[in-house]
């Protein structure tokens, strides 16, 4: 059990997807107010991120950050199905043949 509400908590964790890197600060308050700082790729978490914050505090000023660096040498080269392209430009032609307001 957590007696103190002044903290401060950091944690790295490297993988071969990258690096990503937690910091936590809490104070005294009388209320739960949390502030939630997440980089762009990571704020589809935040929601949860919340509720694993909410379950384990009951009062304080939180803030909670997140930063991600990925690996820079990671292949980013989109490959394309061609074969499935095709399907799908074919099914859209044929969709717009039967609902030709659609399309529109």
């Known amino acids: 059990m957590i ?30 107010e949390m502030s939630v700082y997440l980089p762009e790729t990571l704020r589809i978490f935040e929601p949860a991120l919340r509720e694993q914050i909410r379950a384990a ?12 660096q990925p690996v820079n040498d990671v292949d980013h080269t989109l ?17 717009a043949k039967l609902m030709p307001a659609a399309a529109a």
Do not use: P
Request: with cysteine; aromatic share 10%; glycine share 6%.
């Open 79 to 95: 490959n394309i199905n061609n074969d499935l392209v095709q399907a799908l430009c074919c099914a859209c032609e044929n969709i």
């Open 3 to 32: 007696y103190s509400m002044t903290a401060f908590a950091r944690l790295q964790q490297q993988g071969d997807w990258g690096t990503l890197v937690c910091e936590m600060r809490s104070i005294n308050h009388r209320y739960l």
């Open 57 to 68: 505090l009951k009062r304080g000023k939180v803030e909670c950050s997140f930063r991600y």
